[in-house]
């Protein structure tokens, strides 16, 4: 009896893990071992002005919730101290901040992610954070397109200022 009880207890948990990677464009599990208490309070800081969210887990409860998902191939890295950061639009956002972060705090330490269904070992989550957001990348492509029309513009406008100075003289 007692056992079942625990079981009921556990659902709860790994249903709102299932529920949170539901879907989810990225997530990243890291081990968080060593961080003192202000290291973790702003990390979480800078992780919810992206929009990511970011929870600690019992690893058996994570294990539980990726069985049978995308973040399966997460399993093998359960151990220790370990959180999710998970984004629901942004694939890159939780590379990206966590990457950010463990920079100034070595001891934060990125063990792998699930970006769009394919898994990222610790060098791919590295990698991962390097690629600039998509509101960025669309910016960029933009502004290579502008480029040759507004060269082109300022070009005519130019040969009809010097058409009006011929026709002037």
């Known amino acids: 009896m007692a056992i079942r009880a625990k079981v009921e207890l556990k659902k709860p948990v790994v249903e709102e893990i299932a529920t949170l990677i539901d879907g989810a464009a990225g997530i990243v599990l890291v081990n968080y071992s060593g961080l003192t208490v ?13 929009g990511i969210t970011y929870k600690v887990y019992k690893n058996r409860m ?8 995308p973040c399966e191939e997460l399993c093998k890295h359960l151990e220790g101290t370990n959180a999710i950061a998970v984004s629901k639009d942004d694939a890159t ?16 330490e990125l063990v792998a992610a699930v970006v769009e269904g394919g898994y990222y070992d610790e060098k791919g989550v590295q990698a991962l954070a390097s690629i600039p957001s998509r509101e960025i990348l669309l910016g960029r492509l933009l502004g290579s397109m502008q480029s ?5 513009a300022r070009v005519i406008k130019q040969i009809a200022e010097k058409d009006g100075e011929a026709a002037a003289e």
């Open 148 to 152: 040759p029309i507004a060269n082109f």
């Open 38 to 50: 202000a290291q973790d309070t702003q990390l979480r800081k800078n992780l919810r002005e992206a």
């Open 93 to 108: 956002a939780p590379a990206r901040v966590m990457a950010e972060f463990a920079k100034k705090n070595p001891k934060l």
């Open 62 to 69: 994570m294990n539980l919730a990726f069985q049978g998902t």
